[in-house]
């Protein structure tokens, strides 16, 4: 089984914390943030990743991701393609044919995927997208119509849900990813328009790290779930 993995992000707002390294290759716990990824999909079957990175990035992708027990195949892009460009290009080297797993690569989630996949299989979906909820940076104030303030609720999970960046695209979504741009502003809205695009809710764990503080709480939380850690050893 394959997966597709987007490996193109700058890490612009990690600053010096990424260490001039692409964000899925940052370290978290002495492991590359998407070495926790390609483990996961590894207890689940995935025996080849393909990684969609800047041009110039393969041979790090390779020798970062390699021993986890998948086949790291990382393709260039030779010009910005935007997330639903870097996914059709990965998709372009798969070598199996069906449904495919695709995720970004900057994200920890503990998302179930041999229960996704069965359940986009089950649902007939053209697409799955997994969503989840976040909590309010803020406290929230209970306002009534008249004004009156009945209520204070610190930093509340919201009532809506949120795309996490994990994926399961079938034939028909992989055939409609954009050559350039973003999937959730065209293929996304096309098969939503169509009654063909599900959601997955996952209620777990999803720490993005886009900057300082997100990488510290992120390392910080590797080191209270020491069960995250990859079984294999890296290269």
């Not at 027990?69 to 260039?76: L, S, Y």
């Not at 007939?124 to 309010?136: E, F, K, P």
């Not at 306002?143 to 849900?161: H, K, M, N, S, Y």
């Amino acid at each position: 089984m394959e997966a597709l993995l987007l490996g193109g992000g700058k890490a612009e707002r990690l600053g010096d914390a990424a260490q001039g390294l692409p964000k899925p290759l940052v370290p978290v716990g002495e492991i590359p943030l998407a070495g926790y990824t390609v483990a996961r999909l590894v207890e689940c079957g995935v025996t080849r990743v393909i990684v969609a990175c800047r041009a110039g990035d393969e041979d790090a992708y390779f020798q970062a991701l390699s021993g986890l027990g998948a086949e790291i195949d990382a393709v260039g892009e030779t010009e910005p393609l935007g997330r639903g460009g870097g996914l059709r290009l990965a998709a372009s080297r798969r070598q199996e044919d069906g449904p495919v797993l695709a995720l970004n690569g900057d994200e920890l989630l503990d998302v179930d995927f041999r229960a996704l996949l069965a359940e986009h299989e089950a649902s007939g979906a053209a697409a799955t997208v997994v969503v989840t909820q976040v909590r309010s940076p803020f406290g929230v104030v209970q306002v009534e119509e008249d004004d009156t303030i009945t209520g204070f609720r610190e930093a509340p999970v919201l009532d809506d849900w949120v795309n996490s960046g994990v994926y399961v695209l079938g034939e028909e979504a992989l055939a409609l990813l954009p050559e350039k741009g973003d999937h959730e502003q065209s293929t996304f809205p096309q098969l939503a328009n169509d009654g063909k695009l599900r959601a997955h809710r996952h209620r777990g764990v999803w720490l993005t790290v886009n900057t300082p503080k997100d990488l510290r709480r992120a390392t910080e939380f590797m080191e209270q779930h020491p069960g995250w850690r990859p079984q294999r050893q890296l290269a």
